[in-house]
């Protein structure tokens, strides 16, 4: 199946700052990659996603970009908050919807 | 309400003791999903439904079954449970209709084995 790495497993940010996280994706050709945010106690829930036909999405302070030539994609969040702190995880599907390879997650904490 | 309800979502249980985790849906979606939750290892499939008469084993099916009880039940058996089954369990559920697309997940089991 997909091996989907990602990195880095935590990240510390300073409110204001940009947050990155990068996800890899093996051999495959899954042309469907959302971004989940898992708040403490809770389940994840997307925060945006992108398909193989387009570079980038964004939506407000967050932003995916995907390197299909490359086999990355990465989350971007701009002027952070304190309310971004979670966990992240990158996923990759083939399109059939049976199964969603899921990074092994990013802990972001966003200092005040 | 919660759209998709996880019961219970506490357990702590002993090695052999057969246990099931329920998950119920208010969100009308064909498909549900199990999947289970480990420190450092992400989101991995237990075992997916596409509709009643179907049930698929995922990535790591194996001392776990499953029954589609009905489109809005999907409920998640360990016969004989074990210290390595410890996790943090999620059941997800997606609307087929739209094709591959998001998933709504639960709150979570978290189940204990000792």
């Known amino acids: 199946g997909e091996n989907v790495e990602q990195h880095p497993s935590t990240l510390s940010v300073q409110e204001g700052d940009s947050a990155v996280i990068k996800c890899t994706y093996s051999?495959?050709?899954?042309?469907?990659f959302p971004w989940y945010k898992q708040e403490l106690g809770k389940g994840p829930q997307l925060i945006i996603d992108?398909?193989?036909?387009?570079g980038e999405k964004k939506d407000q302070r967050i932003a995916v970009t995907l390197n299909k030539t490359a086999k990355h994609f990465s989350l971007h969040i701009t002027e952070t908050q304190p309310e971004d702190s979670a966990v992240y995880f990158c996923a990759a599907s083939m399109g059939t919807g049976n199964q969603f390879y899921f990074g092994t997650g990013t802990s972001l904490t966003v200092i005040p | 309400d919660a759209d998709v309800t996880q019961t219970p979502r506490n357990r702590i249980t002993k090695t052999g003791k057969r246990i099931m985790l329920e998950c119920s849906q208010t969100k009308g979606h064909d498909r549900m999903y199990w999947y289970r939750q480990d420190p450092g290892l992400g989101l991995r499939l237990i075992y997916y439904s596409f509709d009643v008469k179907d049930i698929n084993k995922g990535e790591i099916s194996d001392g776990y079954s499953v029954s589609r009880q009905a489109q809005a039940k999907f409920s998640l058996s360990l016969e004989s449970a074990i210290p390595n089954q410890t996790a943090l369990y999620f059941c997800?559920?997606?609307?087929?209709?739209?094709?591959?697309?998001?998933?709504?997940f639960g709150e979570g089991s978290r189940l204990t084995v000792l």
């Open positions: 051999d495959s050709a899954p042309n469907y």
């Open positions: 997800a559920t997606s609307d087929g209709a739209r094709g591959v697309g998001e998933l709504f």
């Open positions: 992108i398909r193989s036909n387009v």
